[in-house]
């Protein structure tokens, strides 16, 4: 039987260094966490910036990888590398590689993110003299390879003041949109007969959780029946942040009373300015005249079908092309 005598290990809490070994650039590399404010609104999408130093020293760096990310009340979205720069902090020069991550706050109260642990391997100058000693005679790459170190990175805390939406003037119609938005809104045919589709329209083009983005409930279309939207979602930028969202929802005028199609509002909050904002699509003209019976869906069966067989699930009925016999109404 063979054992080991126990190992007496140390334990830390993971620290960014101390600002003095930064200036004096005595740091191989470090990293920092940057957030644009210090104050959020729940539901509010903002990007952060994780900045990775690397001193001049170093020759190459790669496999980078994240060990921790802590995040209290946020949800973490994409990250995207930004371009590299170098800057210089007290004695010591820098290749800069940010990283920018989409934070949304999903809470209110205190929020914080941090401290975000990374390792990264780096490629340090060799200090054999026999390198030095083949290159004074010219012979070159037999040493050129450098010293490759595994570096581990942490970074500082950050805190967050997540702030209620206001209550005071809440538009009717809010459904927890939070960001800056535009919108257009088209629909047609507009001369149809009752029960007749028109396709309605709604782009939604801004900044904000794009993903999140529904249509509220409009109380002035009682007189239409209202099918469920198709959803598509364009991008702008690669966290996702920016972009258009289309929404194509089917509405069937139920009476030859209707005369249009009533104004669509969408409201959301814009963190920027503080306040509600409601975007409105004035009425649509609309032509509805009587509409035909439609025909019962045939459906196919089988002839040896079992007789204690349920009977099949009628199919969608297709849209006529033509209106059949027509007769005035007495």
């Given at each position: 039987?063979?054992?080991?005598?126990?190992?007496?290990?140390?334990?830390?809490?993971?620290?960014?260094?101390?600002?003095?070994?930064?200036?004096?650039?005595?740091?191989?590399?470090?990293?920092?966490?940057?957030?644009?404010?210090?104050?959020?609104?729940?539901?509010?999408?903002?990007?952060?910036?994780?900045?990775?130093?690397?001193?001049?020293?170093?020759?190459?760096?790669?496999?980078?990888?994240?060990?921790?990310?802590?995040?209290?009340?946020?949800?973490?979205?994409?990250?995207?590398?930004?371009?590299?720069?170098?800057?210089?902090?007290?004695?010591?020069?820098?290749?800069?590689?940010?990283?920018?991550?989409?934070?949304?706050?999903?809470?209110?109260?205190?929020?914080?993110?941090?401290?975000?642990?990374?390792?990264?391997?780096?490629?340090?100058?060799?200090?054999?003299?026999?390198r030095d000693l083949?290159?004074?005679?010219?012979?070159?790459?037999?040493?050129?390879?450098?010293?490759?170190?595994?570096?581990?990175?942490?970074?500082?805390?950050?805190?967050?003041?997540?702030?209620?939406?206001?209550?005071?003037?809440?538009?009717?119609?809010?459904?927890?949109?939070?960001?800056?938005?535009?919108?257009?809104?088209?629909?047609?045919?507009?001369?149809?007969?009752?029960?007749?589709?028109?396709?309605?329209?709604?782009?939604?083009?801004?900044?904000?959780?794009?993903?999140?983005?529904?249509?509220?409930?409009?109380?002035?279309?009682?007189?239409?029946?209202?099918?469920?939207?198709?959803?598509?979602?364009?991008?702008?930028?690669?966290?996702?942040?920016?972009?258009?969202?289309?929404?194509?929802?089917?509405?069937?005028?139920?009476?030859?009373?209707?005369h249009e199609l009533?104004?669509?509002?969408?409201?959301?909050?814009?963190?920027?300015?503080?306040?509600?904002?409601?975007?409105t699509q004035p009425?649509?003209?609309?032509?509805?005249?009587?509409?035909?019976?439609?025909?019962?869906?045939?459906?196919?069966?089988?002839?040896?079908?079992?007789?204690?067989?349920?009977?099949?699930?009628?199919?969608?009925?297709?849209?006529?092309?033509?209106?059949?016999?027509?007769?005035?109404?007495?």
């Amino acid at each position: 039987k063979l054992s080991t005598l126990p190992l007496q290990l140390k334990v830390l809490k993971p620290n960014a260094p101390p600002p003095e070994a930064v200036k004096s650039g005595s740091q191989i590399a470090f990293m920092r966490i940057v957030l644009p404010k210090k104050e959020v609104y729940l539901g509010e999408v903002l990007t952060a910036e994780l900045q990775i130093y690397f001193r001049d020293v170093v020759q190459n760096f790669g496999n980078f990888q994240f060990t921790a990310m802590p995040t209290e009340g946020f949800t973490v979205g994409k990250n995207v590398p930004g371009q590299n720069r170098r800057v210089q902090i007290g004695n010591g020069i820098y290749t800069l590689v940010p990283i920018q991550i989409a934070l949304s706050a999903i809470k209110t109260g205190p929020l914080s993110i941090g401290p975000i642990t990374a390792t990264v391997v780096v490629e340090l100058p060799s200090n054999n003299r026999q390198r030095d000693l083949f290159e004074q005679y010219g012979i070159r790459g037999l040493f050129s390879r450098g010293e490759q170190r595994q570096v581990t990175l942490a970074t500082e805390a950050e805190s967050v003041q997540s702030l209620p939406l206001p209550t005071a003037n809440v538009p009717p119609n809010f459904n927890g949109a939070v960001g800056s938005y535009t919108m257009n809104v088209i629909a047609g045919p507009t001369n149809v007969a009752t029960g007749d589709p028109i396709t309605v329209r709604v782009q939604m083009s801004g900044r904000g959780a794009l993903e999140a983005l529904t249509l509220p409930a409009q109380p002035s279309w009682k007189d239409f029946k209202a099918y469920p939207p198709t959803v598509n979602l364009e991008l702008a930028d690669q966290l996702g942040r920016q972009g258009t969202k289309t929404f194509e929802q089917i509405v069937t005028p139920q009476s030859t009373d209707i005369h249009e199609l009533p104004a669509f509002s969408f409201s959301f909050f814009d963190p920027d300015a503080k306040t509600y904002r409601t975007l409105t699509q004035p009425p649509v003209a609309l032509t509805v005249r009587p509409g035909g019976v439609a025909p019962a869906p045939v459906v196919a069966t089988v002839k040896n079908s079992a007789a204690n067989e349920p009977p099949p699930a009628q199919d969608i009925v297709h849209i006529k092309p033509r209106p059949g016999t027509l007769a005035q109404i007495g």
